[in-house]
């Protein structure tokens, strides 16, 4: 049985100005900024050191994001 309370687990949320500054004051390689954008979009420009995978992918990608480090999708 799915544990619903592990599947709805709260989050913390940013503004813009809140993610640039975690990501100055944090090294990279210890968070994961996830683009969830279409290739074509990330491909038009992204922000460096993002991990592209597309929304419609990110169900099947799950395992491929540590769970130990601050994910921060846009």
Do not use: C, W
Not at 13 to 39: C, N, W
Not at 49 to 69: C, E, M, T, V
């Amino acid at each position: 049985m799915i544990q619903l309370k592990k599947l709805f687990s709260p989050v913390a949320s940013m503004e813009a100005e809140e993610t640039r500054k975690f990501i100055q004051e944090h090294r990279e390689g210890t968070y994961t900024l996830l683009d969830v954008r279409q290739p074509g979009e990330y491909e038009q420009g992204h922000i460096p050191g993002a991990k592209l995978i597309p929304l419609p992918n990110l169900p099947d990608a799950i395992p491929q994001l540590n769970p130990d480090q601050p994910i921060i999708p846009y």
